[in-house]
């Protein structure tokens, strides 16, 4: 006769547990280099399957208790150091990625790639440029950057692309919404926080960058997609 279900419980939490329960994290009938080597094929296994960035909480539920991540993902990168891949930290969580060297060799391919993104046309990049550096930010704020309206239409082919998703509404009257980057845009772009955009301010003593610049290149942008 089967257990009644605990309340509150569902059946893929239910799931969940059962699978957990069924792995032996903790391997204690291994012995030390044994355990150590397995925990860092799971941990590899499960990056490597992964869709997404995987986060610490994620890779905790195979490995021991007591284990290290970060030792392990040290171990991990140290025997990729000569492949053309690595295991970086990017979007919160660890992800294979092809060495940037290799990028070249990849495009000639012309093998269709698991991280292959939308390609945006040069307004949309623009735009998502703008967002990010300057969210929560509505979509009024940013025609006043590019001194011409930002339509919906590139608001949802951003959001499409699961670049972009929605901020606090603004306090500004009529409380519009506003938009904010994604997990996904770090992933995509490969930083591991908004804190690695490159410096606006920085960007604009060099001459590299600045908001009035962001507006003109948009300008010029739209035009070109408008002949």
């Known amino acids: 006769m089967a257990e009644p279900d605990a309340p509150g419980k569902t059946r893929t939490s239910r799931t969940k547990d059962a699978s957990e329960r069924l792995l032996d994290r903790e391997l204690a009938d291994l012995p030390p280099e044994l355990r150590w080597r397995e925990w860092m094929l799971r941990v590899e296994a499960v990056i490597f399957a992964a869709a997404e960035p995987v986060g610490r909480d994620t890779l905790a539920r195979v490995i021991g208790k007591d284990c290290s991540i970060d030792l392990l993902i040290d171990d991990l990168q140290e025997e990729l150091r000569h492949r053309p891949y690595e295991i970086v930290f990017v979007a919160g969580g660890w992800q294979h990625r092809s060495r940037p060297a290799y990028a070249g060799a990849i495009r000639a391919s012309q093998a269709s790639t698991r991280s292959a993104g939308p390609a945006l046309s040069d307004f949309e990049a623009m735009v998502l440029m703008a967002i990010a550096y300057f969210q929560p930010i509505s979509r009024g704020e940013l025609s006043k950057i590019f001194g011409k309206e930002v339509s919906r239409d590139t608001i949802a082919s951003l959001r499409n ?11 500004t009257p009529g409380a519009p919404y506003t938009y904010v980057t994604t997990k996904q845009f770090l992933s995509a772009f490969g930083l591991r926080t908004l804190r690695d955009l ?11 960058l600045s908001r009035r610049g962001v507006q003109d290149e948009a300008l010029v942008a739209a035009e070109g997609e408008e002949e």
């Open 161 to 171: 692309a699961n670049f972009l998703a929605s901020g606090p509404r603004s306090p």
């Open 198 to 208: 490159p410096d606006i301010e920085a960007l604009e003593d060099a001459g590299l």
